[in-house]
């Protein structure tokens, strides 16, 4: 009897450190900066309550430089939903982030944002916000991090984002 419970034991604290999973395979270093690559995808819809209220949709992506070599050069494609009154209002929405490796992973997004100088040659668009991952593939399976975003848009220029990044997979 006492052979049986040990061997009992033994599958079950067997079956228990493999159901586990392995450990964390490692930690990154995400902050980056990036750059557009493309024209953002955009949709306006007025929804009539106020002349300033005003719903968009967005699909744009950029390209990450970042110190950690896994992130460094990825694509990050941003689904945008972006509620606005006046020139101001949140946005947000979801990161995919396709490595060069080819593994991605998902992170949420939610930011605040306004617009100065709203209708003018001039205007400049000033935001922040954050972002936790959700999901990945391949040994980012398991991520789990995120971090805050801030950055500046000018027209004709571009925009200017830093954001500071740590994860675990």
Not at 20 to 31: L, V, W
Not at 116 to 142: E, M
Request: proline share 4%; charged share 20%.
């Amino acid at each position: 009897m006492k052979k049986l419970t040990f061997l009992l034991i033994m599958i079950v604290a067997s079956g228990l450190a493999i159901a586990g999973g392995p450990a964390r395979a490692g930690e990154m270093d995400c902050s980056a900066t990036k750059r557009s690559l493309s024209s953002p995808y955009s949709e306006v819809i007025k929804l009539g309550d106020d002349p300033s209220h005003k719903l968009m949709q967005q699909i744009r992506v950029h390209l990450i430089s970042s110190n950690d070599p896994d992130f460094d050069g990825a694509e990050q494609t941003v689904y945008a939903h972006q509620d606005e009154y006046d020139g101001a209002g949140t946005s947000v929405g979801y990161f995919l982030y396709t490595l060069k490796s080819g593994e991605k992973l998902w992170a949420k997004f939610d930011s605040i944002y306004s617009v100065a100088g709203l209708g003018t040659p001039d205007w400049v668009a000033t935001y922040q916000g954050v972002f936790h991952f959700i999901s990945g593939t391949g040994k980012y399976a398991g991520i789990r991090g995120g971090g805050n975003y801030q950055g500046t848009v000018l027209p004709g220029a571009g925009f200017n984002e830093t954001s500071v990044c740590s994860a675990e997979y």
